[in-house]
């Protein structure tokens, strides 16, 4: 098999196990695009908004403070906030890939979704495969997030009125993926209550309507869960 | 869009991806200069799976909150977890967790609209 074919099976593989991503993004992504065209702005802008900045929290952030007169630097220094957390992602997926120049492009790609996914599956493919898993996992989900959009602001209203439950079933996707990748990390006391700690923090932090700080915060105090407490060795949960 | 909200778009575009391939870079160029496979420092190891359980607990949280959604989350996530234990593998298990919860939310809305 030549090593062209190679990478597009590698892609092809990094797509699917995308799909289960799709759950979370097309609900959303049709919400950002019926959001931003309420708060305004044209299809074509918001799917501009979705292909550039393509982080979904700071998006309707973005759209909703500039719909609310907020003054612009305002508005560009609390998306770039919201989006802070992503500075530990690169560093942990540096071991698992290879090196590329295709790099500085292709970490736009690096949303939360993509970055856990990655996390939890590039172990398990084969080295020379992983470039082109990403490949195929990075561009399969941001494909999906801007025809989202679009469809979201030019159909969105019909969309949700003909498909009611689409909004409420389809995401439930992302928890379970997110369960699935999870569970794995329980292996010994110290992680089991690291973890557990995080997924409450993060619930409560949401239901307390402070779903944009939920994920760094909640992940702090997993990490001062897993630093302060000490269990005998070798005692597994 | 005026051109003063292109350049707010731009800016939050590029800000975005700058936090996203920096450190990435920076961790591939201590890979593969002196510190070999153990450059990552211990506190990001950790941090990793730890944003991934974060991210989880916002997604748990359902879209309109109400006794029947969480309900329906709980059993939906048992299914997938069983299934995962079985499997060990994402996919089923995702689709089996989204089978159980759908089914419960549908259910419940025929038994109310019926």
Redo the contacts between chains.
Sequence with gaps: MSHRHARINAALRGAR?G??LL??YVPVSLSFGLVATQAG?SPW?AA??ST????GA?QFL?VGM?AAGAP?WL??AL??LI?????????????L?P?SRH??WL??G?T??V??LA???LPVVDERERFGWFLGAALMAWAVWIIGTVVGAVAGEAVTAYWP?L???????????????????FTDRR?SA??TV??????A???SGA?NV???L??AC??LC??TLRFPAGRCA | MSTSLWLAVIASALGTLLMRVVPFLWMQRRLSAREGPNALPGWLAVLGPLMIAAVLGVAIVPVNPSALSWLATALGLTATLLLWRRTRSLGWPVAAGVSVFGAIMLLSQVVITG
Excluded: C, K
């Design positions: 196990d799909i289960p759950g979370g702005f802008e501009v908004i550039l900045i393509y982080a700071s973005f500039v612009l508005v560009v998306t770039l989006n802070v957390r992503h500075v530990v992602y690169g560093p942990n997926l540096a071991t890939l090196r790099w500085p970490m736009h690096l939360d979704q970055f856990a996390l939890t599956r439950l909004g409420d079933i389809m995401p439930f996707a992302l928890p379970a993926l997110f369960l699935t990748m999870t569970a794995p990390r992680w690291a973890l995080t997924v409450l923090a993060a619930m932090l949401s239901l779903t939920a994920i760094p909640a992940a997993g990490a897993f630093y």
